[in-house]
């Protein structure tokens, strides 16, 4: 459904993803795991275009994208294919809660208000904020924000949803509520791709996990694979500063 | 003949705002269509384009650096040796002209620093959504940077209402030029230029306030 071959990324001398294959099937859940600065935010965001690639391919649905010269249609097929939900939510400051879902549906999808804005209530509700659908971001909390940022993803009826650590930047008394959502949404069977630094999460709510290290991909299996072989110096090591 | 005439003073003012429709029709129609102008040239320089770009600020660079009032004789005075049309022109046209351009030169480097100010995961967002980087703009960035350039394109704007002050030299009959032909007439200066000063002040005041009250409501959450 997705896949990824031989991405390179650089910025300036300092290679960031170097060579990365990967696949992810329908309704997969694959977490990528690894310390600051391995490139898993890189290669999430790649996969948005959010950043530009020096190599690479990507396949995605009937997609096939040269990463490193992408003409600007694919890009924006690209992206409503595999939406993206932001470490710092990056909700629309001057739109409310719910405009913050309807906006990509009437801009990008062309969709009548109406419409739009029944889909995105029906969203609101299920990310459990169907009341704050006036609100300004400004008025919501960093957890509330962030399951708008969910909302607005999913309304995109996107192939993938990549979380890109969607908790890191929140209080720990509000990571629950979001890390609810998400396991709410793995057992409707979305396909998505997370990174976290959630390890309890990581291992919970995926089928398979990612162990991303110096910008490759050193380790991939099943959860209580990854979580539990003692054959990876790098990642047990990792484990424990994390654990 | 000397001494300060305060009965003069107090009489001149009504008769100098017979001409507050000519500053205030320069100033705020330099400051609308330099508004539009310069927005365009912040939008122009977005696309990054390599032949564009150095002709842009090579225009923002010369309006800004060099006095209006030089630019106003270049204009008025110098351009209609090749380009004959402009003579055509009468000084409030002329004045016109002269201010948006200089306003639109110091208005693209507000509206772009206001840009430059909304969080680039805004952007990202937008483009995330699937929108093109064209109504990514339109839709969330412009709007955003539009509530950080209020506070200096009310300096901007103030600047321009002083700055029609220079246009009496085309021989424009706005509150300058109709004050100092009233001075000159009856040798009372310092009453006459006082009485103006007064007006400009008052206008700027008005003007800060209007702009307060704008920033006010703009930071309750209203939108533009």
Request: charged fraction near 20%; proline fraction near 4%.
């Amino acid at each position: 459904m997705l896949k990824i071959e031989n991405l390179f990324k650089s910025y300036g001398d300092n290679e960031v993803l170097k060579g990365i294959n990967f696949q992810v099937n329908k309704g997969e859940i694959v977490t990528i795991i690894g310390p600051s600065g391995s490139g898993k935010s890189t290669l999430l965001r790649s996969i948005n275009f959010l950043e530009d690639a020096n190599a690479g391919t990507l396949n995605i649905d009937d997609l096939h994208i040269d990463m490193a010269t992408p003409s600007r249609k694919d890009m924006m097929k690209a992206r409503r294919k595999a939406a993206m939900v932001f470490q710092n939510y990056n909700l629309f400051k001057n739109k409310t809660a719910l405009e913050n879902i309807s906006e990509g549906l009437i801009i990008s999808l062309n969709m009548k208000k109406k419409e739009a804005d029944q889909i995105s209530r029906g969203l609101l509700k299920q990310v459990g904020l169907a009341e704050f659908e006036d609100s300004m971001p400004s008025q919501l909390s960093g957890g509330q924000q962030q399951r708008v940022g969910i909302a607005r993803a999913m309304a995109l009826k996107p192939n993938v949803i990549l979380f890109d650590e969607p908790t890191s930047a929140l209080d720990p008394e509000l990571v629950g509520e979001v890390l609810q959502v998400i396991k709410d949404l793995a057992k409707e069977d979305i396909t998505m791709i997370i990174v976290t630094h959630e390890m309890e999460f990581a291992k919970e709510v995926a089928d398979r996990v990612i162990f991303m290290d110096q910008g490759i991909i050193a380790h991939e299996g099943k959860p209580d694979e990854v979580f539990d072989k003692m054959d990876n110096k790098r990642l047990q090591s990792f484990l424990r500063k994390v654990g | 003949m000397n001494g300060f005439d305060l009965n003069y003073f107090i009489e001149i003012i009504p008769s100098i705002l017979k001409a507050l429709p000519i500053t205030l029709s320069v100033g705020l129609s330099a400051m609308v269509l330099g508004f539009i102008l310069g927005l365009v040239i912040t939008l122009l320089r977005k696309l990054d384009n390599p032949v564009l770009n150095p002709i842009i600020d090579l225009y923002v660079s010369f309006f800004r650096g060099t006095p209006l009032m030089v630019q106003l004789f270049i204009f008025f005075f110098g351009l209609p040796q090749i380009i004959p049309f402009i003579a055509k022109l009468n000084a409030f046209e002329a004045s016109i002209i002269v201010m948006t351009i200089n306003a639109s030169a110091y208005i693209s480097e507000v509206v772009r620093a206001a840009i430059d100010a909304v969080d680039k995961g805004q952007m990202e967002a937008a483009l995330a959504v699937g929108m093109s980087k064209t109504r990514a703009l339109e839709r969330i960035v412009l709007p955003q940077a539009l509530k950080v350039a209020v506070p200096p394109l009310g300096n901007t704007f103030i600047s321009l209402i002083q700055g029609t002050a220079i246009t009496f030299m085309l021989g424009l009959q706005d509150i300058m030029g109709l004050t100092k032909m009233k001075a000159a007439a009856s040798y009372r200066f310092l009453e006459a230029f006082l009485a103006v000063g007064l007006i400009y002040w008052l206008l700027t005041l008005v003007a800060t306030m209007i702009n307060k009250r704008l920033e006010w409501r703009l930071s309750k959450g209203g939108a533009l």
